[in-house]
């Protein structure tokens, strides 16, 4: 059974801080990973994808990848209150590319 | 403009009855999915199509069926309602399948009494 663990939460950081997310998976050969972030009472939405192993950033979000350690990790700097949401991590995880969830980080960003 | 649609926003129904669940989407996408997102707020995948062809079928009841009538749209029906069934039901549409962005619907709130 494959499987994608996180760090229920929640979470909680003042406005301002770094806030980190992690996350592991079971599949070593998965190779595309994702993270999503959810408001509460609405739909996942896309914030990050990553393939390779290193950092990618996309303004104040860096996703983080260590395959070696399966091991994936979401980075917010500057985190506002908007960005109180549930993060979801997601890994390739089938013979049809479906996507395996975690069950989601709570983040709480506190003014 | 709606990209994914999803209805009825709320479902709330007896356990043994049959529903279905509609959803549209209208970025012109080959590839639709079906996921459930339990209390615990796991979302995990029930079924994908691509083009109105079944590709992932996950474990899942047979009292889950899915049909595709064309490309837009991707229905789900179940009979025999248990109480288990009670969760959020997310439909979302990629352009070619993974690892295309997958867009979510706006769900739908199972409640099985």
Known sequence: QKEVEQNSGPLSVP????????????????QSFFWYRQYSGKSPEL???IYSNGDKEDGRFTA?????SQYVSL???????????????????GSQGNLIFGKGTKLSVKP | DTAVSQTPK????????????????????DTMYWYKQDSKKFLKIMFSYNNKELIINETVPNRF?????????????????ELGDSAVYFCA??????????????????TVL
Do not use: W
């Open chain 1, 15 to 30: 406005e301002g801080a770094i806030a980190s997310l992690n996350c592991t998976y079971s599949d070593r050969g998965s």
């Open chain 1, 47 to 49: 914030i990050m994808s």
């Open chain 1, 64 to 68: 983080q990848l260590n395959k070696a």
């Open chain 1, 75 to 93: 980075l917010i700097r500057d985190s506002q209150p908007s960005d109180s949401a549930t993060y979801l991590c997601a890994v390739e995880g």
């Open chain 2, 10 to 29: 709320y479902l709330v129904t007896q356990m043994g009855n049959d529903k279905s669940i509609k959803c549209e989407q209208n970025l012109g996408h």
């Open chain 2, 65 to 81: 069926s899915p049909k595709s009538p064309d490309k837009a749209h991707l229905n789900l029906h179940i009979n025999s309602l």
């Open chain 2, 93 to 110: 549409s990629s352009l070619q399948g993974f690892p295309d962005t997958q867009y979510f619907g706006p769900g739908t709130r199972l």
